[in-house]
C-alpha cells in the first residue's frame, strides 16, 4: 500500500517551503496537482513525474493519488499556500475516507495570510479571521454573514480570492458590508503576487480600498480598531505599553 502527502508548497518562492514539505516531495514518486502550483516547483524537483490538471478538477484530482496509492506509490497532492487553508487537505480526505484509504499525511505550508502580513508588516498581531469571497463553493449569504460577524467582533480580517474574471465587484460589496461597522478610515492593505515575481504591495484606507482594482492573485488585509499605517506599513498592537 502506497501513501499520499497533501504538501502546501507556500506562496510560491521556493525558499518559503517547509523543509517537511521538501522531504515530501522528494519521497514521492508522483506529483499530483494544479498546473499552475506544478510549475512552481518543476525546476525544484526535475526528476519526478507530475500529474498537471486543470482548474475545476478538484476531485478528479484526489480520486487519481488515492488509485495509484493503492497500486502502492507514494504521490504528493501540492497546492499552494496551506494544504488545509482553501487548500486540498480536505477534499482529499474526504475522497480517501469514501475508498476507504488511510495512509495520508498532511504537511503544513506557509499560507498568504501569513506571507502577505509578513510583506505589509504586521496587520495579523492580534486576533484575526480569514474569509474568502470566493461564493463558487459557499452561498454569498453565508460570506456576508460573516463579514458582518467579523466586524462586529472587531477582527482584524485576511480576505482571500478577492475577485475573478467573474466577480470582479465582490471586494466592493464587500467593502460596503464592513463599512456598516468600520469607520472609513480604517487602515487596511493588499499584496499581489506573494513570493513571486511582481509581488507588490499597497497600505490605504476602507474607503480608498473600495476603489482598487484586485484580482484572484491578491490577499486583502482590514485592520481592527488600533490597527495604524506607520512609514508604508500596518501595525496592529499586541498591547504592551510601550
Not at 495509484?68 to 475522497?95: F, H, N, Q, R, T
Not at 454569498?140 to 485576511?158: K, Q, T
Not at 480604517?186 to 513570493?195: D, L
Amino acid at each position: 500500500m502506497g501513501k499520499i502527502y497533501v504538501v502546501g508548497i507556500g506562496p510560491g518562492d521556493r525558499r518559503m517551503m517547509t523543509d517537511l514539505g521538501r522531504e515530501a516531495l522528494e519521497e514521492s514518486d508522483i506529483i499530483v496537482g494544479y498546473k499552475v502550483y506544478i510549475d512552481l516547483i518543476r525546476d525544484t524537483f526535475p526528476e519526478k513525474e507530475y500529474l498537471p490538471s486543470g482548474m475545476r478538477e478538484e476531485i478528479a484530482r484526489c480520486e487519481k493519488c488515492v488509485a495509484l496509492a493503492k497500486e502502492g506509490k507514494i504521490v504528493s497532492l501540492v497546492c499552494s499556500g496551506d494544504a488545509g487553508v482553501y487548500g486540498m487537505a480536505s477534499p482529499l480526505l474526504e475522497v480517501a475516507e469514501r475508498e476507504g484509504f488511510g495512509n495520508v499525511e498532511v504537511v503544513p505550508g506557509v499560507t498568504a495570510a501569513l506571507a502577505g502580513a509578513a510583506v505589509l508588516g504586521a496587520p495579523i498581531s492580534h486576533d484575526f479571521c480569514t474569509i474568502s469571497l470566493s461564493d463558487l463553493l459557499t452561498p454569498w449569504e453565508l460570506i456576508e454573514r460573516r463579514l458582518h460577524c467579523a466586524a462586529e467582533g472587531d477582527f482584524c480580517i485576511v480576505i482571500y480570492n478577492p475577485a475573478s474574471h467573474k466577480r470582479t465587484d465582490h471586494l466592493r460589496k464587500a467593502c460596503g458590508i464592513l463599512a456598516e461597522k468600520l469607520p472609513p478610515d480604517t487602515a487596511c492593505g493588499y499584496v499581489r503576487n506573494i513570493g513571486r515575481d511582481g509581488c507588490e504591495k499597497k497600505v490605504c484606507t476602507l474607503r480608498e480600498l473600495t476603489e482598487e482594482q484586485v484580482d484572484m492573485f491578491v490577499t486583502v488585509f482590514i485592520g481592527n480598531s488600533r490597527t495604524r499605517i506607520s512609514d508604508g506599513r500596518l501595525i496592529t498592537p499586541r498591547g504592551y505599553k510601550l
